[in-house]
């Protein structure tokens, strides 16, 4: 693999590293891989470090041209915010407001980044929000030894998504997404460059029911997230839904939310028309788990 130009995309688990390898002149993803950590990643960078290494060393991979990581939902605050025309050319500043009258947090406790989703300084924008605690971001910047490990980027998954959509499938019609990890589910509508809708749910409140009755509670729930964001907007009314996430990978999960969502199209996000996947069964195994990780490595290979 050393000439050729690699990108990993990883996205951080709640115990796990999720991995994806990109190769740029191929726009092929090489390999895929869930490696566990047993501790909180964000939360113990040597763990981090060391697990990655490990692993690298473990495929003779001694180096990438890129890493970029993909940090879930459910560790950031995501919202989507109309700024007024009169607020526009102080973006930042309107944005850290915004913040503060959301969250209880000290000022300067998160790193705010955000995407223009339409309109203009004259008549106002919407912009999707996204914030992550400082100590995460200051941790993955500055918590490596080897600074050829460190980060090049750092996005949210559900941006990490969105790139993978726009490249690997060229998306240009709205698209619903479900990322179903163990941590939670994320479902968003989606179109080029634009996020029009997104819902979560949580599985703190599954701990302790069997797995049979904790994803028959989940598939219900996140048709009934589906049907309130319809009903505040009849535009994300869309038959087809696009899965990935560990969940994906269980087929009890995938059915019991087939059952729940009558009327609907389930498709794993196995294959991509503008992507080549990896032949071997092994490197290809963590395909659907990995989605976040191949699309924040897309996001610095493709320039995205």
């Keep these: 693999m050393s000439d050729t130009k690699i990108y990993m995309g990883i996205e951080v688990g709640d115990a796990s590293l999720k991995v994806a390898l990109l190769d740029s002149a191929e726009k092929r993803v090489l390999k895929t891989a869930v490696l566990e950590t047993e501790t909180s990643p964000i939360d113990d960078i040597y763990t981090f470090e060391t697990v990655l290494q490990t692993w690298m060393e473990s495929i003779e991979l001694e180096s ?25 050319t102080h973006l930042d500043d309107y944005l850290q407001w915004y913040l503060g009258l959301i969250t209880n947090a000290e000022k300067g406790a998160y790193v705010v980044d955000y995407k223009v989703l339409s309109g203009s300084a004259s008549l106002g924008l919407t912009v999707l929000l996204i914030a992550v605690r400082r100590q995460w971001v200051d941790a993955l910047r500055k918590g490596f030894r080897s600074k050829s490990l ?37 479902m968003m509508w989606l179109s080029k460059d634009n996020l029009q809708g997104l819902r ?74 503008n992507l080549r996947l990896p032949v071997d069964e092994q490197d290809s195994a963590a395909v659907l788990c990995c989605a976040g990780a191949i699309g924040t490595a897309l996001n610095v290979m493709e320039g995205v």
């Design 150 to 186: 460190a980060p090049k980027a750092m996005e949210v998954d559900v941006l990490s998504l969105l790139n993978l959509m726009d490249v690997a499938e060229g998306v240009k019609d709205l698209q619903c997404v479900i990322k179903a990890d163990y941590m939670g589910v994320t």
């Design 64 to 88: 990438v041209e890129a890493i970029s990581v993909a940090i879930p939902a459910f560790r950031s605050i995501i919202r989507q915010v109309y700024v007024p025309a009169e607020a526009a």
């Design 200 to 273: 979560c749910v949580s599985t703190l409140p599954l701990v302790n029911k069997s797995r049979e009755e904790a994803y028959e509670l989940l598939a219900n729930e996140v048709m009934n997230q589906i049907n309130l964001a319809k009903e505040e907007n009849a535009a994300l009314d869309i038959r087809q839904i696009n899965i990935c996430g560990e969940l994906a990978q269980d087929p009890l999960f995938v059915e019991d939310l087939r059952r729940c969502c009558p009327g609907y199209q389930l498709a794993l996000m196995d294959s991509f028309s």
